[in-house]
């Protein structure tokens, strides 16, 4: 009864995959390498508590996980 349907729908779910994988091909592997950046973990220079770079404060390359601990950290220098 729903076995030939249940194929279209399988064949079309199968060529919406393909398609997907294929056509943008080129831009996803450039763009890889910026993505990476945003969920990347840092390690807080101060306490060691790894974060979110996206949480994280910078200063001259090294992160913080707090502006208290980028002061603190500064201060070492
Ligand atoms: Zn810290």
Redesign the pocket.
Known sequence: MGIRLLLIILALWALYIIVRRYLPRSKDSDKRGENNDTNNMVQ??????YLPESEALTKDGVF???EA?RIAGNDEK
Not at 44 to 49: G, P
């Open positions: 807080c220079k101060v306490c060691n508590t913080f996980c707090s601990h």
